[in-house]
């Protein structure tokens, strides 16, 4: 493994001041079910600002899917090498803690951490991090981990407004002092928000097929700066994987570091323009990651009952458009309107931690 010093260094916006975040999931309750399928991705950028933990979910024994933001140089767009990288199923804080010495990797340490370095990371080729496209990555592994199950995508999860969601993600504990790693994985409930209001609060969501709007459920009940995986649970008890957090805004905040701000809209990436450019890149089959089970999405008024891997007939459904472009990649100035503080603060809202 490549072993390099990880600063313990807060990440600063342009104006110089400090984004920290001390919750990841806001007003959350423990993660229920079986989670067994959910990872861990602790990466260090390029960069060297600090170690990066996001969540990620196995398809398959040895193929696992996380954001783009979190595997890749925030400045070339281009996934980082495979040594800048471990993926693992133990508590991420106390992994950071034991495999650090004087706040570098010890390679010695990391063996019997539980925590691997992945044998390939593919980075979405339309990522852009100003931008916000295609924020989806592939990581593989030489062997399977010894405890985790897979899930199955849901190509096309319900968008229909008040349809119910699960977001998993970690979160702090109150008690836990501020810029240290969060160490347990929570719950939020989150609904499926009006295309008029989210296309308002971030206006490329109007245009995009491969992104779900979601707002909380509770008041002040959310997702925060760290990734997050949105789930849903069929019929047969199985779980399905419906999106991964792409970024969370709010109107004139885009993207916003105040997760619990009235108004503060979750913008997920979903996966039907993905599943063709996933079966070139590992040996995976369709029918090996995508879910066919039924989902009943029933909230707020909403009855749909829907296959995950039937066609959707919201105006935002998409065919499997396949490998590297997507209505996202295709309009890379989506988003040229974010200034360089904007931008900043996306990469920031990954969690970045520190190591004491």
């Avoid at 998993?168 to 810029?179: D, E, H, Q, R, V």
């Avoid at 503060?264 to 090996?288: H, P």
Wanted: hydrophobic share 40%.
């Amino acid at each position: 493994m490549k072993v390099s010093t990880i600063a313990l260094a807060a990440v600063a916006t342009a104006s110089g001041g400090a984004l920290g975040f001390e919750k990841y999931v806001l007003a959350g309750s423990s993660a229920a079910g079986s989670t067994s399928f959910v990872n861990y991705v602790i990466s260090q950028p390029v960069q060297g600002k600090g170690a990066v933990v996001c969540t990620g979910a196995f398809l398959s024994p040895t193929v696992l899917v996380t954001s783009a933001k979190c595997v890749t140089d925030s400045i070339s767009n281009k996934a980082l090498a495979v040594g800048n990288i471990l993926v693992g199923q133990g508590n991420p804080a106390d992994t950071l803690k034991n495999i650090t010495t004087n706040g570098v990797i010890d390679p010695q340490k990391v063996a019997g951490s539980g925590y691997v370095s992945p044998l390939a990371v593919f980075s979405h080729p339309g990522y852009n991090s100003i931008a916000y496209t295609d924020n989806i990555a592939v990581l593989t592994l030489a062997q399977p981990m010894a405890d985790a199950t897979s899930t199955k995508l849901i190509v096309n999860p319900s968008a229909n407004t008040g349809a119910a969601y699960t977001a998993l993600g970690l979160s702090l504990s109150t008690s836990t002092p501020s810029g240290n790693a969060p160490s347990a994985l929570q719950q939020v409930s989150l609904r499926v928000g009006n295309n008029a209001t989210c296309s308002g609060i971030w206006a490329p969501y109007a245009k995009l097929t491969n992104s779900l709007c979601l707002t909380p459920a509770k008041a002040a009940s959310n997702v925060c700066g760290s990734d997050a995986l949105l789930i849903k649970t069929a019929a047969d008890k199985s779980v399905g994987l419906a999106g991964l957090l792409n970024i969370v805004a709010a109107k004139g905040d885009v993207p916003t570091a105040q997760c619990d701000v009235e108004g503060a809209t979750d913008y997920f990436t979903t996966f039907a323009n993905y599943v063709a450019w996933m079966t070139q890149i590992t040996s995976l089959k369709q029918s090996d990651f995508v879910s066919s089970a039924t989902y009943d999405y029933a909230s707020s008024g909403s009855s749909a009952q829907e296959s995950g891997s039937s066609s959707q007939s919201s105006s935002q459904s998409a065919t499997d458009s396949g490998s590297q472009t997507s209505t996202e990649s295709s309009r890379p100035n989506s988003a040229a309107g974010l200034s360089a503080v904007g931008s900043l603060a996306m990469f920031a809202s990954v969690l970045v931690v520190s190591m004491f």
